[in-house]
């Protein structure tokens, strides 16, 4: 008896993501791959499975033909086609699960799990809202497609596919190195030679491995409060004892730092979450104590294109003539958060091992990815991509202080003086921006409520952040109030 795959066999997962002929695919691979049909099964043909799922036989003929040249199926003289022998790849049917006390007791193997305290929690359907005042999430709309895709069929010809395919055991791509010391640093006035720097997975890979070379538990490190809910827990991890210092509205006084310092994380141009900026008096002093009291400094300079209101004060970096900064960088806030490509600099010596550790946990970055990048910095995309953020963002920022201003309960709290890409607001005495946040959801608004950004937060916590890269102008006004009707319940 011939076996026969029924049309009402198919079922599409629909999607926003994959085309029609993209999803029928996956079905029809599935079907095959999970029911483990034998060769010379029979496929419905392409007319009743097109009247099955309400598609254009077209569609389907396309999808059988794709599926022919990968060797799931096969094409039978005059009688459409059949699962072929040829299928790539069968599964196998895993043994019956037997129960057991000797199950293995997780909890006291992972003794070496991060136990994380600080956690920011964002929706993973965040577009779907329609006010989300969300940070570090991109506006499709302002990114030239067209140009990446470009940069991308550039790294599929045959020199650099050939090149990339290969095991490059730790070493970056010279291209992408190359522009960040000509380009990327000098505009913060840093120099930098290849040694000094290393291709990370984003800014919180480097983050990562520079504290994890540099903390101890006999080196007492020191982060902003507010500050970066990661900073503090990758200082945990490392079993670092850590101090909060509350910041001012200059940012971190270096005057308050303990004596016992050994390791300093700051992000000087913009802080996490309050955008507050250092200013250049208090940058030198921060660095003439760490020589000084022989202390080493971790600079998060995020957002630095993002300057639109006044030029960016000058990179803790650029300043350092000792060796005592360690800067971290990033491509993923200005180009889009699934980038993940970032970049340590700092001495050779610290880079080397740095490497050393990087390529024992991931090797190095997606070389593809690196590439990429490069192509799309070297041909000028990148920075013609961040005058239109510029622009888009100076509009958004004023569009959200102008709504503000006509909201008495609610205040700008702090935000960058160069510009930036968030506001941090305080409600009124009393309110709960955790439990504000919940209730706006009610109402298709996301914003971040503020109590992660603190080690020790006053609750309820009045602070929220209000993100704008990703919310049309149009819709800051009326998001704001809706915010501001919910807040004026806590007066």
Not at 74 to 96: D, K, M, N
Request: charged share 25%.
């Amino acid at each position: 008896m011939q076996h026969r795959i029924q049309p009402e066999s198919v079922f599409l997962q629909k999607d926003s993501v994959r085309t029609l002929q993209g999803q029928l695919a996956v079905a029809l691979v599935r079907l095959i791959l999970d029911r483990r049909y034998p060769p010379g099964t029979r496929l419905p043909s392409t007319r009743k499975l097109a009247a099955h799922l309400g598609l254009s036989r077209l569609t389907v003929s396309l999808v059988y033909e794709e599926l022919t040249a990968q060797g799931y199926i096969e094409s039978l003289p005059r009688s459409g086609y059949a699962v072929a022998s040829t299928v790539p790849h069968r599964r196998i049917e895993p043994p019956a699960r037997e129960t057991s006390e000797d199950e293995v007791d997780w909890s006291r193997w992972l003794i070496g799990a991060p136990n994380r305290k600080r956690v920011m929690r964002k929706p993973a359907d965040w577009q779907s809202y329609d006010y989300n005042f969300i940070y570090g999430q991109p506006d499709p709309t302002l990114f030239d497609l067209g140009a990446w895709r470009e940069c991308v069929r550039m790294t599929t010809g045959k020199r650099d596919f050939g090149e990339l395919a290969t095991d490059h055991y730790g070493q970056d791509d010279p291209m992408l190195i190359d522009f960040i010391c000509a380009n990327t640093l000098p505009r913060r006035g840093i120099v930098a030679q290849p040694e000094n720097v290393l291709i990370t997975m984003g800014a919180q890979n480097a983050l990562f491995l520079a504290v994890e070379l540099l903390a101890a538990p006999n080196r007492l490190a020191v982060m902003e409060e507010p500050g970066y809910p990661d900073c503090a827990e990758i200082l945990r991890h490392a079993n670092c004892p850590v101090h909060f210092q509350p910041i001012d509205r200059l940012g971190l006084d270096p005057a308050s730092l303990p004596e016992e310092t050994r390791l300093v994380a700051v992000t000087p141009s913009h802080n996490i979450p309050t955008g507050i900026t250092m200013p250049l008096a208090r940058r030198r002093e921060l660095l003439r104590i760490a020589r000084e009291r022989d202390f080493l400094i971790i600079e998060d300079d995020y957002e630095f294109e993002m300057s639109y209101l006044a030029p960016p004060e000058p990179s803790l970096k650029s300043l350092d003539q000792f060796d005592r900064v360690i800067y971290i960088g990033s491509f993923s806030k200005s180009l889009f958060p699934s980038l993940r490509i970032g970049y340590l600099v700092g001495p050779a010596p610290l880079i080397q091992k740095a490497r050393e550790l990087r390529t024992i946990i991931l090797r190095h970055a997606p070389g593809h990815l690196q590439r990429i990048t490069a192509y799309f910095l070297a041909y000028g995309h990148y920075d013609a991509h961040i005058v239109n953020l510029r622009r888009t963002f100076r509009q958004r920022r004023a569009a959200i202080v102008e709504a503000l201003q006509d909201v008495p309960h609610l205040s700008i709290a702090g935000a960058a003086r160069q510009g930036g890409s968030s506001i941090w607001v305080r409600g009124p005495e009393g309110m709960d921006s955790e439990d504000l946040g919940r209730r706006l959801r009610g109402k298709s608004v996301i914003i971040e409520p503020g109590a992660v950004f603190f080690n020790n937060p006053v609750l309820p916590c009045p602070y929220f952040r209000l993100g704008y890269s990703s919310i049309p102008d149009q819709r800051i006004r009326p998001g704001i109030e809706i915010i501001g009707e919910a807040a004026r319940e806590y007066c």
